[in-house]
């Protein structure tokens, strides 16, 4: 069964860090691309960030530059680091998979997704 669990969500104030990481089972994930998504309350969920299978990485304008997505194969874990966090980084937060897939903004990997992880930053 595949499965992805999302983790390391949490309240922290604005200009601080988190880690959310993203565990992936019943599939081969060297063989997927991995987006993050977040839901912000009353707003469409949105891409963030992305990392092919071969390991390339796209973000998004809102995270550019304060998120890196990094994936661990051996650990079948993908991470996002995020540094410098906005209160308008608030929702839940998501990952997906999609098998080969390419990050390079034109779309999102949407095959299997986890139930999310809820990300707070007060000001």
């Known amino acids: 069964e595949v499965q992805l669990v999302e983790s390391g969500g949490g309240l922290v104030q604005a200009g601080g860090s988190l880690r959310l990481s993203c565990a992936a089972s019943?599939?081969?994930?060297?063989?997927?691309?991995i987006g993050w998504f977040r839901q912000a309350p009353g707003k469409e969920r949105e891409g963030v960030s992305c990392i092919s299978s071969s390991g390339s990485t796209y973000n998004s304008d809102s995270v550019k530059g304060r998120f890196t997505i990094s994936r661990d194969n051996a650990k079948s874990t993908i991470y996002l680091q995020m540094d410098r966090l906005k209160p308008e980084d608030t929702g839940i937060y998501y990952c997906?998979?999609?098998?080969?897939?390419?990050?390079?903004?034109?779309?999102?990997?949407?095959?299997?997704w986890g139930q999310g992880t809820q990300v707070t930053v007060f000001a």
């Open positions: 019943g599939f081969t994930l060297n063989d997927y691309g």
């Open positions: 997906a998979a999609e098998s080969y897939y390419i990050c390079n903004g034109y779309g999102w990997p949407n095959d299997y």
